[in-house]
């Protein structure tokens, strides 16, 4: 402010100046002429004699009026002529003035505003690089977690696997134990079968001699002594025959029990093998379903959060990009 006022008034100094100088000479120049001329005027004067004094001097007086008149009307001139060119000088200064100063705003601004897109791009491609490292650490994290996660689920599968397996055996194990030891047990168990199918054919044999004694006694009292010995061989035949009859019952009884018995722990032990064989499958297929389950909403789970990351960072970006 205070520079280009001063600045300026050295200007108009400067034009004030030059039209002093100029006003000067013009005056010097004036007084130069009007001196010439008077000298010029009186020899013309005293040249025409005849001319009475008088009228030589009002003639004088004219011409030297004529002549300042002339002279101070180009005073005037050069006046106003001055006074034009200096304001118009001084109007173009100011606007010249005005000019550079609007122009050089201008400059500062645009310069400005340029330090300021340059701190706004650099800023903005700092914030993406922290973004796209980020990005990349996040990634990294989630891999990891979901690694580790999928790995501690296939572990704890494989466990559970093997101990099913391993139950599964140790229980076919226990049947068969078991089965060895009912097969072990059988004889046991059929010769006391045996014994008591026995006890009750010997009781069905006492019995039976009870019974030929008191008809043998009753025949002998009731019957003639000639008859006798006839009789008595019918009667031990017959008993011989009965008895026969209750051997082979017996012996039969035996037989069909024996084989019974073998067959019905065959089938038994057959049919418990079956059941269990088909309860530890059924297990299996339970275990495999489950962790099947387990592994695909693992499955989904982890494609939902790459999916909500990947949403996440984009959404990042895009309000970065948008700065």
């Keep these: 402010g205070k520079s280009s006022t001063t600045e300026e ?3 108009q100094q400067h034009i004030l100046t030059q ?3 100029e006003l000067t000479t013009l005056l010097e120049s004036q007084k130069r002429q009007y001196r010439q001329r008077k000298e010029q005027l009186k ?3 005293n040249e025409n004699q005849s001319t009475p004094k008088r009228e030589k001097q009002e003639w004088l007086v004219q011409q030297k009026e004529c002549l300042q008149q002339h002279q101070a009307e180009e005073e005037a001139g050069l006046l106003r002529r001055q006074r034009q060119y200096y304001d118009l000088q001084c109007r173009q200064y100011k606007r010249k003035m005005l000019l550079a100063r609007h122009n050089l705003e201008q400059d500062l601004l645009r310069e400005d505003l340029n330090k300021k897109q340059t701190l706004k791009d650099l800023e903005c491609a700092m914030l993406l690089r922290h973004h796209e490292s980020t990005q990349e650490l996040e990634m990294r994290q989630l891999g990891l977690v979901q690694r580790t996660r999928a790995e501690l689920i296939r572990t704890q599968h494989q466990s559970e696997l093997t101990n099913q397996l391993e139950y599964n055996k140790r229980r076919e194990q226990e049947l068969r134990q078991k089965h060895a030891v009912e097969v072990r047990q059988q004889p046991k168990c059929l010769r006391s079968k045996e014994l008591q199918i026995k006890r009750q054919f010997q009781e069905t044999c006492k019995i039976q001699t009870r019974q030929y004694k008191a008809l043998r006694n009753h025949l002998l009292e009731n019957t003639p ?3 006798h010995k006839a009789m008595l061989k019918r009667l ?3 008993q011989t025959r009965k008895l026969a009859i209750l051997a082979e019952q017996y012996d039969h009884s035996i037989n069909d029990m024996l084989s019974t018995q073998a067959l019905r722990l065959d089938e038994t032990q057959e049919e418990e093998y079956q059941a269990l064989k088909m309860q530890l499958q059924q297990e299996l297929e339970l275990l495999n379903a489950y962790q099947s389950k387990i592994k695909i909403h693992t499955d989904t ?5 790459v ?3 990947e949403q996440r960072v984009s ?4 309000l970065l990009e948008q700065r």
């Excluded at 789970?301 to 959060?305: A, G, L, M, Y």
């Design 9 to 11: 008034k050295k200007f």
């Design 19 to 21: 039209q002093k100088k």
């Design 43 to 45: 020899e013309e004067l």
């Design 225 to 227: 002594k000639s008859d």
């Design 236 to 238: 031990k035949d017959e």
């Design 301 to 305: 789970q982890h494609e939902r959060e």
């Design 307 to 309: 999916k909500d990351l």
């Design 315 to 318: 959404i990042r970006r895009a």
